[in-house]
């Protein structure tokens, strides 16, 4: 291909079971991005709900790629990039909409910074405040900070003005250089959905790249809608992204972190429990978030 024809960008959208929220997300990445030449890559993840037939007759100019199955967000982003025919690759919800020339930004960023490995923007919130974008890593210490209030850290999102480096970024709009990508082995098949980014970032770091935060570039996130449209009723979510966490502590760390992360978990709820032993719908709650652990727990012994 003619180099002034190829894309210096390959968008890739995972639709599962979200057509409308899907070809709202490509109409804005049209409308709002310019100085750069990208193409747009969808994995279906086998919606069986019409998506595909319903996003092709309503958007040209689209690489359309039926997965035999749910593949969860990892596998089919791996798809993707096999398609993809660009150096850049940009991983982009299904959920989000594009309210300027962000993709851009972050196109710029990752060009001229070749230390950096991958780079996401600032996620808002539909009323457009800050949402979650960025983490530190995940260590035992990160979700102990987590439950008290004196000690947990201020997210860099928060505060950040300008480009700052971070754990990783949210696989919801993750710019990634092709090359990191590919060295460090793409997402890991083993991860179905939620920690799979964190996982892969923790790979790009390793291999001497930095993972940062854009905060010019902002793009607004409908958390979840893209996952399960009733994330907080569904128990298989819950599960899911549990099991994620002991998962990505056996592969970051060894064998034993995922008790250690079990036993953290499970006597934080015991203490929460204690705390709240006169109020019947806290116990309520906390004994279901008990059930989902050790659902989860079970879930990645038995895997």
């Known amino acids: 291909m003619d180099d002034s024809l190829k894309p210096q960008l390959s968008i890739i959208i995972v639709n599962y ?37 319903f996003l092709q007759e309503r958007i040209d100019g689209i690489i359309m790629i039926k997965a035999p199955e749910n593949l969860g ?59 979650y974008s960025t983490s530190p890593q995940l260590t035992l210490g990160h979700y102990f900070r987590a439950y008290i209030p004196r000690i947990k850290r201020k997210p860099p999102e928060l505060y950040a003005k300008s480009p700052i480096e971070v754990g990783y970024v949210i696989g919801a709009d993750m710019m990634v250089r092709r090359e990191a990508f590919e060295r460090a082995g793409g997402f890991d098949p083993d991860f179905f959905l939620y920690c799979e980014e964190s996982e892969l970032s923790f790979r790009i770091k390793k291999l001497g790249y930095r993972i940062m935060l854009v905060p010019e570039s902002r793009i607004i996130h409908l958390e979840g809608m893209s996952g399960t449209k009733i994330k907080q009723k569904s128990e298989f979510i819950q599960i899911e992204q549990a099991f994620s966490r002991f998962l990505y502590f056996r592969k970051v760390y060894n064998r034993r972190y995922p008790w250690y992360l079990y036993m953290l978990f499970m006597s934080q709820y015991t203490v929460s429990l204690l705390r709240g032993a006169f109020k019947s719908h806290r116990r309520s709650e906390i004994s279901y978030r008990m059930g989902i652990m050790h659902k989860a727990f079970r879930k990645y012994l038995a895997r």
Do not use: W
């Open 17 to 53: 079971k979200t057509p409308q929220m899907t070809l709202e997300c490509i109409e804005s990445i049209k409308a709002k991005t310019y100085g750069v030449r990208y193409e747009i890559i969808v994995i279906d993840n086998d919606s069986g709900d019409g998506s595909v037939e």
């Open 73 to 131: 967000f990892g596998r089919a982003n791996n798809m993707g990039v096999s398609a993809a025919k660009a150096d850049t690759l940009f991983l982009l919800n299904s959920d989000t909409v594009i309210i300027d020339n962000s993709i851009k930004t972050l196109y710029d960023y990752l060009k001229t910074h070749p230390d950096t490995g991958a780079c996401g923007g600032l996620l808002l919130n539909r009323d457009g405040s800050i949402g």
